[in-house]
């Protein structure tokens, strides 16, 4: 059974620091990792997927990469802003047809 | 489009209660989830639709939970009788196509209080 985990479960940072958040899994067969980002109150808004087949994605100010064979991930936030402050949880698929399985996010608050 | 529409956005019950949570995905989406999510187990599938037919329900906890889809543009999760422990967030999500690389739409979700 896939597991995935992202440690801490919180993080607080001043404006502008470079950041990493990290998402572990415990099967390295995957399909692909999805970053979603989570605002109070609010549904999940994709950021980025990365296939199994692929090493990183880049939007803007934001990184992942991907390690299969040692079962991580983790999300670059450059130049970090206030409204950076949010929950952001990794998701694995195992297989095409599979079922999303989600870490329980971490939750970021930048100081202005 | 305006999105994932669900409702209501706060219930509050007493146990033994029905609840009836509503959700309305984006117009042309075939894939519709329901979502359930807490501060002990994160974000757990409960279950989802293709073209308005389930296709896996084994993440509903219970036969108190069902769930139906009527046409497209529709489904309920119900929950008869509801119990304190269901006490939760539920996320409605949907996307179109499989493949395993769609995009997934989620709604702003039901804060549901069971007392």
């Known amino acids: 059974k896939q597991e995935v985990t992202q440690i801490p479960a919180a993080l607080s ?89 989600f870490g329980k996010g971490i939750t970021l608050s930048v100081r202005p | 489009d305006a999105g994932v529409i669900q409702s209501p956005r706060h219930e509050v019950t007493e146990m033994g209660q029905e609840v009836t949570l509503r959700c309305k995905p984006i117009s042309g989406h075939d894939y519709l989830f329901w979502y359930r999510q807490t501060m002990m187990r994160g974000l757990e599938l409960l279950i989802y639709f293709n073209n308005n037919v389930p296709i896996d329900d084994s993440g509903m906890p219970e036969d108190r939970f069902s769930a139906k889809m009527p046409n497209a543009s529709f489904s309920t999760l119900k929950i008869q009788p509801s119990e304190p422990r269901d006490s939760a967030v539920y996320f409605c999500a949907s996307s179109f196509g499989t493949g395993g690389s769609e995009k997934l739409f989620f709604g702003s979700g039901t804060q549901l209080s069971v007392l």
């Open chain 1, 13 to 101: 940072v001043p404006e502008g620091e470079n950041l990493v958040l990290n998402c572990s899994f415990t099967d390295s067969a995957i399909y692909n990792l999805q970053w979603f980002r989570q605002d109070p109150g609010k549904g999940l808004t994709s950021l980025l997927l990365i296939q199994s087949s692929q090493r990183e994605q880049t939007s803007g100010r934001l990184n992942a990469s991907l390690d299969k064979s040692s079962g991580r991930s983790t999300l670059y936030i450059a130049a970090s802003q206030p409204g950076d402050s949010a929950t952001y949880l990794c998701a694995v698929r195992t297989g095409a047809n599979s079922k999303l399985t």
